[in-house]
């Protein structure tokens, strides 16, 4: 079983930036792909950002390409979440997630995180 647990979130303005951190509990980390999810108030939890187990395959959103970056330190079972020029469409609470297979799909992912929220003002 892997436990997971965000940090990092905040208050920022548009056009700035914020690092989320996710660490995990758990031996196997290292054998999970993980991503990053967001929920809006009133939408549906979307996916964000993706990374394979080693590092070498990640996969994102369109609505983030160009600015944010996933990585992952193994060694530390720590996954991240760099995001530059915000905007206010960014607002969410940012939830990492662990899957064995992967995927845009929240239904794919076994284990999350309770969440942090990020929060990007004009």
């Known amino acids: 079983q892997v436990q997971l647990v965000e940090s990092g979130g905040g208050l920022v303005q548009a056009g700035g930036s914020l690092r989320l951190s996710c660490s995990a509990s758990?031996?196997?980390?290292?054998?999970?792909?993980m991503g990053w999810f967001r929920q809006a108030p009133g939408k549906d939890r979307e996916f964000v950002a993706e990374?394979?187990?080693?590092?070498?395959?990640?996969d994102y959103a369109d609505s983030v390409k160009g600015r944010f970056t996933i990585s992952r330190d193994n060694a530390k079972n720590t996954v991240y979440l760099q995001m530059n020029s915000l905007k206010r469409e960014d607002t969410a609470v940012y939830y990492c997630?662990?899957?064995?297979?992967?995927?845009?799909?929240?239904?794919?992912?076994?284990?999350w995180g309770q969440g942090t929220q990020v929060t990007v003002s004009s």
């Open positions: 758990g031996r196997t980390f290292s054998t999970y792909s």
């Open positions: 997630a662990a899957s064995l297979v992967g995927g845009v799909g929240p239904h794919g992912y076994d284990y």
């Open positions: 990374i394979s187990w080693n590092g070498g395959r990640t």
